[in-house]
Structures are given as C-alpha cells and as structure tokens.
Nanobody, 127 residues
C-alpha cells in the first residue's frame, strides 16, 4: 500500500521559513495528485497546496506567494513532496499532512476534493 512519511516540522519565529518534506512510497506518480493539508486545534483540516503530474500547482488563498509546493520523482519508485514555507505567520501554526489521491480529484486547478492516502503529520508552530 502507499506510504507517506512527512518530516521537517518545527517551531519558528514569525517571518521565518521552513521546508516540509514527504516521502511517498509505492505511489504511481504519473497519475497521482499530491497535496499538503493542515489542521489547527479546533479547526477543520484544510487543503493548502496541490501539485499534479502536469500543469501548475494550486494554492489556498492565504498561502499564495508565501508557500511553494514541488515534487521530485526519484528512480527507485519514490516521490518526495516538498512545501517551502516563507514569511510564516502565527496563524500558519498547525499539524501539516501530506496527502495523495488520483489526479482526477485535483482537476481544473482545484485542491483535492478527496484524499486516498494520508501521512501521519508534522507539527509547525509559529510564534
């Protein structure tokens, strides 16, 4: 089965930067949309960025211009998903989750409307 393992979460000061990583194993990268979600205490989980096999990435409005999503497909059937976060704000504090789903669920530049696989999450705290 598909395995997603995130890393990179940390505590940072407002205005700082952080890079999250997610290694996806046993994933068919050519037909998968990969995304980052986050969930703050007391709030619903929300999609913030997605990248498809083809086409430009998609971003939630509050992170546009500050976050960059990218993916690197390695030769050993692994895909690494990144989230470069800059100009971090306290409201960015949340558990961040890596997600994978069929490309169809990211059509037309939308953030995923369905997620097939989740990572375990990595905590980002901005103070």
């Amino acid at each position: 089965h598909v395995q997603l393992v995130e890393s990179g979460g940390d505590s940072v000061q407002a205005g700082g930067s952080l890079i999250l990583s997610c290694v996806a194993r046993r994933l068919l990268a050519s037909t998968s949309c990969l995304a980052w979600f986050r969930q703050a205490p007391g709030k619903e989980r929300e999609g913030i960025a997605a990248v498809r096999p083809n086409g430009p990435p998609s971003y939630e409005e509050s992170v546009k211009g500050r976050f960059i999503i990218s993916r690197v497909i390695s030769g050993n059937a692994e895909t690494t998903l990144y989230l470069q976060m800059s100009r971090l704000k306290p409201e960015d504090s949340a558990m961040y989750y890596c997600a994978a789903t069929e490309d169809w669920h990211c059509r037309d530049g939308r953030l995923p409307d369905f997620v097939a696989y989740w990572g375990q999450g990595t905590q980002v705290t901005v103070s």
